[in-house]
């Protein structure tokens, strides 16, 4: 699925306009990240919430989608401190728009707490820090375990 976004953004041209550019790279850092491809998810998820590409018009609604899903890609990545600020702008954004927070999205905040907070010895804390030190791509999921 991700090779039909990289298409549709290798054709973007100066009338392509910014917030198709930003959704079609938001879009593709969603296919990356299904395909276990995290580094490549997380770069797009980068660009499209990069001052090139949302400024102060941009949709917040988009801006917050899209601060969730780098949430739980940091998550996934076991990079909680990162993943807890991008889930703290999320919630900011979903306040000012007066938006409700949904089921999915809850969980993942109760992941990033459960996460952070495992205890030093734990299997949990192991596997993260293995995620951490071999940095590679893997299937990823925001689940509890």
Do not use: W
Request: hydrophobic letters at 40%; one cysteine or more.
């Amino acid at each position: 699925m991700y090779k039909l976004y990289t298409e549709a953004l290798d054709i973007v041209n100066t009338s392509t306009p910014i917030e198709t550019q930003r959704i079609l790279l938001a879009n593709r850092a969603q296919a990356f990240f299904f395909s276990g491809y995290v580094h490549e998810s997380l770069r797009d998820l980068n660009h499209a919430l990069s001052p090139q590409y949302t400024t102060q018009v941009s949709p917040k609604p988009l801006t917050a989608k899209y601060r969730y899903r780098r949430a739980k890609l940091f998550c996934a990545m076991a990079n909680y401190d990162e993943a807890q600020a991008d889930y703290g702008e999320f919630v900011n954004i979903m306040d000012g728009l007066g938006a409700k927070i949904s089921g999915e999205e809850l969980v993942l905040k109760s992941d990033l707490v459960s996460r952070a907070a495992a205890d030093d010895d734990s299997e949990r804390r192991r596997r993260d820090d293995l995620i951490r030190a071999v940095d590679v791509s893997l299937p990823c999921f925001a689940s509890s375990g």
